[in-house]
């Protein structure tokens, strides 16, 4: 992938509705900017202006603003002129607190905003990427990507920027109205202020940066460790490893909070550094301008115009400071996620109501070959067969043999390196994975179960207002599943817990037939649903498999050959190829490798 240009990660963060939001963030900002100048420049003009005429009244004719202030109210009094520009003033810094109100508003919006946007834009990109990703990704690293990472981000990155936006637009303003006033002082002042911050800033940035990949990678592994004691407590319990996984998940939390000590003092201490110099050029220049032979009152005006400048620009120059320290600690948070947004950007969510592809004649697999990405050797080398419609089949072989994968190419999982799958002889493309898909059935060896009622299990994805009750029940009866639904208290609406840790193995299997029958498909496929279950329990399975014999088109996955009995047709698999082939009676006649699979599953 090509290495993507910082512009070109903004614009990934930014999408259109986000860029106008913060367009208009922008402008509210540039308007706040000049309004604290205008703050600033109407008290340094009132604070002169009361300083000359308190003790000069005749010079009130040099104040063209007051004459005409006076004009419009009908006051000639020059202390009443003085308290009305006062009261002038007063309105200045409500408006100007109001504005800042506004602004914080906007900034608060437009933050979350764009968070949540973010987040939702990272999870319909997993969502959309194809199967194999998943195969290399962890999925607590995307999980922390999509609920934590999107937060640092845009909380840090995204936040950062606003408030040296912000910060800018007053520093700017302010230090062009100093400009005019005091010309040599402010650019003096302004050089030093620069050159201190660049370097501070110079020596922590790498630092900084290195800080943050190593935040990322403390964040990872406490959502790993944190995510594997939780998600197999039975196993730590059993095997009494509670110590072990505290201990671990521990050294990340030390880890964590170590960091974020250092961060901490990286990118705050320069602030008493920041304001002991900012205090000792104010009172250097109040020195300077007093030992120059001005007045009491140029000195007192430089002094209040310094004051409430500085009061706004030190914490604006350290928020500046402070917002690129940020931005540099999370670089690392910023091109990954940036890099896997843009990873997927072209893929479309499929459409809902997807019109099913029925299964009329057969499905057709020629010359199908497949590896992984990882992989220098075929998984699938060659593979050629037909299913006909109704019919029940079944891979067996050992483990390694490719039946596993040959089904997820069937299911459109996986795309096949060369090879084609035609359904009734319609080529299954891109365009049309999406209708086959919707008219398959898919039973696997383990059921993942939503901590939810078992009516939102089997119409897994429904909400509560799409659910179809008459079809729910329809598909528990035929996965001989709705007797021990209703000998429940609760019915259809009892909560199975999470992973449906208050169920038994062969009722959660049931559930997960119920669930690939819920949309009546004409295929199903079932990929080693019963190898984890008992006898008795598995007998009951087999059953409910066995009466949707010729109803459907079966396609199973089993190392257990009792399974398999009823099949009209199983291909034996071995190294990513069949073969042989026929019914469960001819293999056991002529094939030894099939007898001694067969014995084992006596043994």
Known sequence: MTRLSTLGRWGLLLPVAIRIEAALLLGSVIAFAWIEVAWVAAIYWLMNASADLLTRPENVEHYVFLKHLGSWFGVADERRLLQLAAAGTMLVVVIRNLWGVLVTWQRARFVKHTEA????????????????????????????????????????????????????????TLIAYLILEKPLVTLSSLVVF???????????RLRLKAMGARGRGIEEGMFRA?????????????????????????????AKARLHVEGTMLKESPRYLV?????IGIVGSMIAVIGSGAGVTEAAGLLVLYGVAGFRLIPAMYRIYNGISNFSFAQAVF??????????????????????????????????????????????????????????I?????????????VDILLGLHRPNSGQIAVDGTPIDERKIDSWRASIGYVPQHIFLADASISSNIAFG?????????????????????DFVMSLPKGYDTETGERGVRLSGGQRQRIGIARALYRQPNVLVLDEATSALDGITESVISEAIRDLHGQVTLIIIAHRLSTVRHCDMIYMMESGRIVDRGRYEDLMARSATFRAMAGLDHA
């Open 275 to 279: 304001e002991a110099l900012a205090f």
């Open 335 to 392: 091109e990954a996620i940036t890099e896997d947004l843009a990873a997927g950007e072209s893929a479309t969510i499929p459409a809902s109501g997807v019109v099913p592809l029925p299964l009329g004649s057969s499905i057709r697999m020629q010359g199908i070959r497949f590896r992984y990405e990882s992989s220098t050797s075929d998984v699938l080398s060659g593979i050629d067969l037909e299913i006909r419609a109704n019919e029940s």
């Open 226 to 254: 944190a995510q594997e004691a939780l998600g197999g407590i039975k196993d730590v319990k059993i095997l009494g490893r509670e110590r072990h996984f505290l201990d671990r998940f521990r050294d990340f939390a030390d």
């Open 117 to 172: 946007a973010t987040m939702t834009r990272l999870m319909r990109n997993y969502l959309t990427r194809p199967y194999s990703f998943f195969l290399t990704r962890n999925s607590a690293a995307l999980a922390k990507n999509t609920l934590v990472e999107v937060t640092i981000l845009v909380s840090v990155s995204v936040l950062s920027a606003i408030n040296i936006a912000i910060d800018a637009a007053t520093c700017v």
């Open 394 to 406: 079944a891979f067996v072989g050992p483990t390694g043999a490719g039946k596993t994968t040959l």
């Open 194 to 204: 620069a050159l201190f911050l660049g370097a501070l800033y110079g020596l922590v």
């Open 462 to 482: 429904r909400s509560d207002g799409e659910i179809d009750r008459a079809a729910v029940m329809r598909a528990a009866k035929t996965a001989h599943l709705h």
